[in-house]
């Protein structure tokens, strides 16, 4: 059992993950059942009933009613248990009880962005307090995404017209992957979060400052995985190749022209207005497509890409 | 009666005669043909193009996954590759591979027919589906599409590239695939040989008219589908733009609504395929004929009502899950009723394992496991863990290829005799046919893994832990596009012969098709068989038609 769960399985991080996993285990067990009876019928026919000769002589048997029933119903019988057992823990999990920690997602291309109960927002990664049902409610903001934590076996499209939740339970404190798992376009790949169960201590310190080891990480480097992790990554480009949005490499301290007409240094000041307001000033070239990112970025984090850019020779 | 064994081995008689494949050969003659063998043949190799074309998709896809890095593709090029593999072989190989190269072949012959009920409407589906691949091949140079095959929306109302013309191509596509059904169904009716009636037909023909009325109630429908993404990419008429009040969601009612039953589809003609390989191979009658027949009827009919079965986790009613879900789990019954039958056939037979049984064997394991790994699937609260990971992608490839693609190849070893009148080296198409088998499960069981694990399908790029799985499934993909080939050219390489040297009933069958010569001549018959006894009874030994059409 613990066999196949591990070779299936990955970890259960949540109450309703043993619900689910019990059932799959079930199935399994039927499956390697019939998988046997199948292929140890059809290999032993082959050898035990090989043909001798020309002459063999083979009883011609059209039907035997009695037979055909039980191999009908007995597996008709055990197809509906699975039905009702599938069913009924699917029904548990629909429904959040009332006590729930909830959380708004909103999912775009690229990224997962995040508001909690206080109005704090983060992009690609997910507070919630250990020991509390989490409720979350998901909506798109252009295209159809799915939230899929595989720790806690939840799953639910994101619309755009429409909203849809999921709720978990965690059963311990720790980071777990979440994943894109609709279809949806060119980085649907690396639209990936991470959520993260806190401690009460852990959850209050990152409402207030943000994740703990932001402390100590240098500000360029903190840049860098703001660069990664809030989705700068699949518009703008470190090599000098120009992507959606303007490449980094480079770009500090040289002089940029804009569609207005006017021009400016790129200094620690435009860059931070970049990011809060980028409609602002569009670069030469581009178009004004770049979302605002005022609310979304800690001031750390600001300060962090502003460290990374002007490391970008 | 006594010269009637010699008329038939050609090669001994002083005017060898002449058959479908010797007369009238200009090229332009084979254009315009009207004669099923030869529109059998010209859609053989037609699909069996795009097979090879798709299947080269696959091994770079699998290729590009050996690192979670990008190893030679982008992203955004791995998604066209996706797609393409995806479209082609659905809709340029699947769908037409059995029915319509195999079906078109065999079904008259089988019926003791001179061709198909409509000849000319079946020239036309054959160009049609030119048309439609055409179409499919113009999207492809002008840009690529990046939708998935299912072509959800809004992201196919959104995205740029050639998805319309993509749309069309697959709309265009269905009305080959109508034409060929409509055709079937009335050659059915009303071609039968005399003396046989619905309960003499052999199975496959059972199968091949299960499939044929699916095509045809149900491809209009993915037709509508089709326009209607299109209409609303260009004129953005709201049905399924949420910002106009459509409702995405809506497009996958209509998506699926067509495209389970195209599953059926799909895996239909390939279990009507077994149900011939099986019996004769075994010399015995096939158990529970009846039971076989009317689960392909009962199947294409049911299978019409489970299509929401595909959206659990879309966010439709949980009464919608249920219903669809009890009846997925009905339409399991049928499909395991028939993998009983096969075994109780063999029972007590006389099994002799030539090439086309060694691939219906391979067929019996590698559909079990596609169609018991379907229960993981109806089962909802699984299901939602399993959906859009790579589990499901092994599923369907278990059912699609391990079903469907063996039974193809099984297929077209058992009846190449009979096509072109030539052997193929059975050794080396055994060897190939194992290299199929073990390639195949190398590449797909180390998908169930990657997926009960967690990998989401059509993803460029994957966690670290995932990647163990993909080297496996890397690997496997290369055995198994080896065996392929091997197989192609075993096959192929058959036709270098000088003689017809397969005889007219190399396998001792008991269907008509191998009542008259290999290959058969133009009007397949020398006068109107007649039926003289089931298509599985091997109590009496097998009669050449010849002697029935008074020509001796
Ligand atoms: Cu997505």
Same mark, same amino acid.
């Given at each position: 059992m613990n066999f196949l769960e591990r070779l299936?399985?990955?970890?259960?991080?949540?109450?309703?993950a043993k619900v689910v996993d019990d059932v799959f285990i079930f199935v399994t067990w039927v499956n390697i059942i019939f998988f046997v009876i199948v292929a140890a019928a059809a290999i032993f026919f082959v050898i035990k009933y090989k043909?001798?000769?020309?002459n063999d002589r083979t009883p011609h048997v059209t039907h035997n009613l009695t037979l055909e029933l039980v191999w009908s119903i007995i597996p008709l019988f055990i197809v509906m248990i699975i039905f009702f057992w599938g069913f009924q823990t699917y029904m548990v999990a629909r429904i959040a009880p009332n006590d729930s920690f909830e959380v708004q997602a909103t999912a775009k291309k690229w990224l997962w962005a995040f508001e909690y109960p206080d109005g704090t927002r983060s992009i690609n990664e997910l507070h919630v307090p250990f020991g509390r049902p989490v409720r979350v409610v998901l909506s798109s903001e252009d295209v159809l995404h799915a939230f899929f934590l595989k720790d806690f076996r939840v799953k639910s499209d994101v619309l755009p017209n429409r909203y849809t939740e999921v709720w978990f339970e965690a059963t311990k404190p720790g980071e777990y992957v979440l994943q894109c798992a609709e279809y949806c376009g060119k980085d649907h790949s690396r639209m990936l979060g991470k959520v993260f169960v806190d401690n009460k201590a852990d959850y209050d310190r990152f409402i207030a400052?943000?994740?703990?080891d932001w402390k100590t990480m240098p500000p360029a480097e903190l840049g860098k995985m703001t660069y990664e992790q809030a989705g700068c990554v699949s518009c703008h480009s470190l090599d000098g190749s120009k992507g959606q949005g303007p490449s980094w490499?480079?770009?500090?301290?040289s002089t940029h022209q804009f569609v207005d007409g006017t021009s400016q240094v790129v200094d620690e000041n435009y860059i931070r207005q970049s990011i809060?307001?980028?409609?602002?000033k569009i670069v030469k070239g581009?178009?004004?497509?770049m979302p605002t990112y005022q609310g979304l970025l800690r001031e750390k984090q600001i300060n962090g890409v502003i460290a990374y850019i002007k490391s970008l020779k | 009666m006594a010269n009637a064994t010699s008329t038939h081995t050609?090669?001994?008689?002083s005017q060898p005669q002449l058959n479908y494949l010797t007369e009238n050969t200009s090229l332009k003659d084979w254009l315009t043909t009207i004669d099923h063998k030869r529109l059998g043949l010209m859609y053989l190799a037609a699909v069996m193009a795009f097979f090879f074309v798709g299947g080269a998709l696959a091994l770079l896809l699998r290729l590009e996954l050996l690192?979670?890095?990008?190893?030679? @593709?982008?992203s955004a090029t791995y998604n066209k590759v996706f797609t393409l593999h995806g479209a082609i072989m659905v809709f340029l190989f699947i769908i037409p591979s059995v029915p319509a190269a195999l079906g078109n072949f065999v079904l008259p012959l089988m019926l003791g027919?001179?061709?198909?009920?409509f000849p000319r409407l079946n020239l036309a589906s054959f160009y049609v589906y030119c048309l439609g691949a055409i179409m499919a091949l113009a999207a492809i140079i002008g840009g690529?599409?990046?939708?998935?095959?299912?072509?959800?929306t809004p992201y196919s109302t959104t995205t740029d590239g050639p998805v319309g013309l993509m749309a069309m191509a697959v709309f265009v596509l269905g009305f080959s695939s109508i034409f060929t059904g409509i055709n079937f169904v009335a050659t059915v009716h009303?071609?039968?040989?005399?003396? @046989?009636g619905w309960f003499q037909l052999p199975l496959f023909v059972w199968g091949i008219y299960a499939t044929a009325l699916i095509q045809v109630l149900a491809t209009p429908v993915l037709g509508i589908t089709a326009v209607l993404m299109v209409m609303e990419r260009a004129f953005?008429?709201?049905?399924?733009?949420a910002r106009l009040g459509?409702?995405?969601?809506l497009f996958q009612h209509f998506f699926w609504f067509y495209s389970h039953p195209a599953v059926y589809i799909m895996i239909l003609p390939g279990m009507a395929i077994i149900s011939e390989i099986i019996p004769v191979f075994s010399k015995k009658t096939v158990f529970g004929y009846r039971a076989i027949g009317f689960s392909s009827v009962s199947i294409a009919f049911i299978g019409?009502?489970?299509?929401?079965h595909h959206m659990?986790?879309?966010?439709?009613s949980d009464l919608a899950s249920a219903i669809f879900a009890f009846l997925t789990y009905l339409v399991a019954i049928p499909s395991g009723i028939k993998i009983w039958n096969w075994l109780a056939t063999m029972y007590q037979g006389s099994i002799e394992m030539r090439t086309p049984m060694l691939y219906a064997m391979s067929f019996l394991l590698l559909f079990a496991i596609g169609g018991l790994t379907g229960l993981y699937l109806g089962a909802i609260s699984v299901d939602i863990h399993l959906h859009d990971t790579y589990f499901v992608v092994a599923h369907f490839h278990y059912v699609m290829m391990g079903g469907t693609v063996i039974a193809f190849l099984g297929g077209i070893h058992y009846w190449w005799p009979k096509m072109f009148g030539k052997m193929y080296n059975e050794k080396l198409a055994d060897i190939a046919c194992w290299i199929i088998f073990i390639g195949f499960n190398v590449t797909f069981l180390n998908q169930f893994m990657m997926g009960s694990q967690g990998m989401p399908r059509r993803y460029w790029t994957y966690l670290d832990e995932f990647q163990r799985y993909h080297i496996g499934s890397t690997i496997g993909s290369w055995i198994l596009g080896f065996g392929l080939v091997m197989a192609a050219g075993v096959l192929l390489s058959?036709?270098?012969?000088?003689?017809?040297?397969?005889?007219?009933?190399p396998w001792g069958?008991?269907? @008509?098709?191998?009542?008259?010569?290999?290959?058969?001549?133009t009007h397949n018959f020398e006068g109107q068989p007649v039926l003289?006894?089931?298509?599985?009874?091997?109590r009496v030994e097998p009669t050449p038609a010849t002697v029935a059409g008074g020509r001796h």
């Amino acid at each position: 059992m613990n066999f196949l769960e591990r070779l299936f399985l990955p970890p259960q991080a949540s109450t309703h993950a043993k619900v689910v996993d019990d059932v799959f285990i079930f199935v399994t067990w039927v499956n390697i059942i019939f998988f046997v009876i199948v292929a140890a019928a059809a290999i032993f026919f082959v050898i035990k009933y090989k043909r001798r000769g020309p002459n063999d002589r083979t009883p011609h048997v059209t039907h035997n009613l009695t037979l055909e029933l039980v191999w009908s119903i007995i597996p008709l019988f055990i197809v509906m248990i699975i039905f009702f057992w599938g069913f009924q823990t699917y029904m548990v999990a629909r429904i959040a009880p009332n006590d729930s920690f909830e959380v708004q997602a909103t999912a775009k291309k690229w990224l997962w962005a995040f508001e909690y109960p206080d109005g704090t927002r983060s992009i690609n990664e997910l507070h919630v307090p250990f020991g509390r049902p989490v409720r979350v409610v998901l909506s798109s903001e252009d295209v159809l995404h799915a939230f899929f934590l595989k720790d806690f076996r939840v799953k639910s499209d994101v619309l755009p017209n429409r909203y849809t939740e999921v709720w978990f339970e965690a059963t311990k404190p720790g980071e777990y992957v979440l994943q894109c798992a609709e279809y949806c376009g060119k980085d649907h790949s690396r639209m990936l979060g991470k959520v993260f169960v806190d401690n009460k201590a852990d959850y209050d310190r990152f409402i207030a400052e943000g994740p703990a080891d932001w402390k100590t990480m240098p500000p360029a480097e903190l840049g860098k995985m703001t660069y990664e992790q809030a989705g700068c990554v699949s518009c703008h480009s470190l090599d000098g190749s120009k992507g959606q949005g303007p490449s980094w490499k480079g770009i500090y301290g040289s002089t940029h022209q804009f569609v207005d007409g006017t021009s400016q240094v790129v200094d620690e000041n435009y860059i931070r207005q970049s990011i809060e307001n980028p409609q602002g000033k569009i670069v030469k070239g581009y178009e004004g497509i770049m979302p605002t990112y005022q609310g979304l970025l800690r001031e750390k984090q600001i300060n962090g890409v502003i460290a990374y850019i002007k490391s970008l020779k | 009666m006594a010269n009637a064994t010699s008329t038939h081995t050609h090669t001994g008689t002083s005017q060898p005669q002449l058959n479908y494949l010797t007369e009238n050969t200009s090229l332009k003659d084979w254009l315009t043909t009207i004669d099923h063998k030869r529109l059998g043949l010209m859609y053989l190799a037609a699909v069996m193009a795009f097979f090879f074309v798709g299947g080269a998709l696959a091994l770079l896809l699998r290729l590009e996954l050996l690192t979670p890095k990008q190893d030679f @593709m982008d992203s955004a090029t791995y998604n066209k590759v996706f797609t393409l593999h995806g479209a082609i072989m659905v809709f340029l190989f699947i769908i037409p591979s059995v029915p319509a190269a195999l079906g078109n072949f065999v079904l008259p012959l089988m019926l003791g027919a001179k061709d198909v009920a409509f000849p000319r409407l079946n020239l036309a589906s054959f160009y049609v589906y030119c048309l439609g691949a055409i179409m499919a091949l113009a999207a492809i140079i002008g840009g690529g599409v990046d939708t998935g095959w299912t072509f959800y929306t809004p992201y196919s109302t959104t995205t740029d590239g050639p998805v319309g013309l993509m749309a069309m191509a697959v709309f265009v596509l269905g009305f080959s695939s109508i034409f060929t059904g409509i055709n079937f169904v009335a050659t059915v009716h009303k071609l039968r040989a005399p003396g @046989m009636g619905w309960f003499q037909l052999p199975l496959f023909v059972w199968g091949i008219y299960a499939t044929a009325l699916i095509q045809v109630l149900a491809t209009p429908v993915l037709g509508i589908t089709a326009v209607l993404m299109v209409m609303e990419r260009a004129f953005h008429i709201g049905i399924f733009d949420a910002r106009l009040g459509g409702d995405p969601v809506l497009f996958q009612h209509f998506f699926w609504f067509y495209s389970h039953p195209a599953v059926y589809i799909m895996i239909l003609p390939g279990m009507a395929i077994i149900s011939e390989i099986i019996p004769v191979f075994s010399k015995k009658t096939v158990f529970g004929y009846r039971a076989i027949g009317f689960s392909s009827v009962s199947i294409a009919f049911i299978g019409f009502l489970v299509w929401g079965h595909h959206m659990f986790t879309s966010g439709q009613s949980d009464l919608a899950s249920a219903i669809f879900a009890f009846l997925t789990y009905l339409v399991a019954i049928p499909s395991g009723i028939k993998i009983w039958n096969w075994l109780a056939t063999m029972y007590q037979g006389s099994i002799e394992m030539r090439t086309p049984m060694l691939y219906a064997m391979s067929f019996l394991l590698l559909f079990a496991i596609g169609g018991l790994t379907g229960l993981y699937l109806g089962a909802i609260s699984v299901d939602i863990h399993l959906h859009d990971t790579y589990f499901v992608v092994a599923h369907f490839h278990y059912v699609m290829m391990g079903g469907t693609v063996i039974a193809f190849l099984g297929g077209i070893h058992y009846w190449w005799p009979k096509m072109f009148g030539k052997m193929y080296n059975e050794k080396l198409a055994d060897i190939a046919c194992w290299i199929i088998f073990i390639g195949f499960n190398v590449t797909f069981l180390n998908q169930f893994m990657m997926g009960s694990q967690g990998m989401p399908r059509r993803y460029w790029t994957y966690l670290d832990e995932f990647q163990r799985y993909h080297i496996g499934s890397t690997i496997g993909s290369w055995i198994l596009g080896f065996g392929l080939v091997m197989a192609a050219g075993v096959l192929l390489s058959s036709l270098r012969k000088k003689e017809y040297d397969a005889g007219d009933n190399p396998w001792g069958s008991r269907t @008509m098709e191998w009542e008259t010569i290999s290959p058969p001549i133009t009007h397949n018959f020398e006068g109107q068989p007649v039926l003289r006894h089931g298509p599985y009874d091997f109590r009496v030994e097998p009669t050449p038609a010849t002697v029935a059409g008074g020509r001796h």
